[in-house]
């Protein structure tokens, strides 16, 4: 069982919705991550958060905002999303932002219709 | 942003063989990370290198930071079923973030 924690599994949604996808984790990492994932490619970096803060934006279309309430839990916000964005959306953490191994969660399955 | 290549691209074998597989940079990295994902989850850290000529072992596996820094090597011994899935590198060298290679797909036929 991995020890970050993703909600929902699965999410379909309109082109016009507005949804939120969640990471959790209890490891007391400061450094946490959203990915995007198509099939059977690598995973792509879309954001950095450290301590809390934002560290790195990988020129994200701004239909994707995230959030970091605190150090546990790491949210993204999903409004006016493209069929192109259909993908499978990985958080992760690290003990620090720097060369610390990432720990992945099982990820967020999303289709936009 | 930089893309590691990982040779073979897929690979088909029959349960008990031997796996190689390779992740080469056109850059020098100081830290290489070894990713297992099954379908349907989230990548699986199974090993990370942080010293050029590092061998490091965990369980069957075994992984090795190449001594030019810019490639590492991860071995399967005796493979099982549950082996399968998609392997990925994955290596640093800023500090900022990580850098995944392609993956390599890997079959264990019973």
């Known amino acids: 069982d991995t020890e970050v924690t993703q909600t929902p599994k699965h999410l379909v949604m309109g082109m016009t919705n507005k949804k939120s996808l969640k990471c959790e984790q209890h490891?007391?990492?400061?450094?946490m991550y959203w990915y995007k994932q198509k099939a059977k490619k690598p995973p792509e970096l879309m954001f950095v958060?450290?301590?809390?803060?934002?560290?790195i934006n990988e020129s994200v279309p701004s239909r994707f905002s995230p959030e970091c309430p605190n150090s546990s839990l790491l949210n993204l916000h999903l409004h006016a999303l493209q069929p192109e964005d259909s993908a499978l959306y990985l958080c992760?953490?690290?003990?620090?932002?720097?060369?610390?191994?990432?720990?992945f969660g099982d990820g967020t399955r999303l289709s936009i219709l | 942003g930089q893309q590691l290549n990982q040779s073979p691209q897929s690979m088909f074998i029959q349960e008990g063989e031997d796996v190689s597989m390779n992740c080469t940079s056109s850059?020098?990295?100081?830290?290489w990370l070894w990713y297992k994902q099954d379908p349907g989850e989230g990548p699986v850290l199974l090993i990370a290198?942080?010293?050029?000529?590092e061998l490091t072992s965990n369980g069957r596996l075994t992984a090795q930071f190449g001594i030019t820094r810019k490639d590492s090597f991860l071995n399967i011994s005796a493979s099982i079923p549950s082996d399968v899935g998609i392997y990925f590198c994955?290596?640093?060298?800023?500090?900022?973030?990580?850098?995944f290679g392609t993956g390599t797909s890997l079959t264990v036929i019973p």
């Open positions: 992760a953490s690290s003990q620090r932002w720097g060369n610390q191994p990432q720990h």
């Open positions: 490891m007391g990492h400061r450094a």
């Open positions: 958060y450290s301590y809390e803060k934002l560290s």
């Open positions: 850059s020098i990295f100081n830290t």
């Open positions: 290198l942080y010293k050029a000529g």
């Open positions: 994955a290596g640093s060298n800023t500090g900022n973030q990580f850098y």
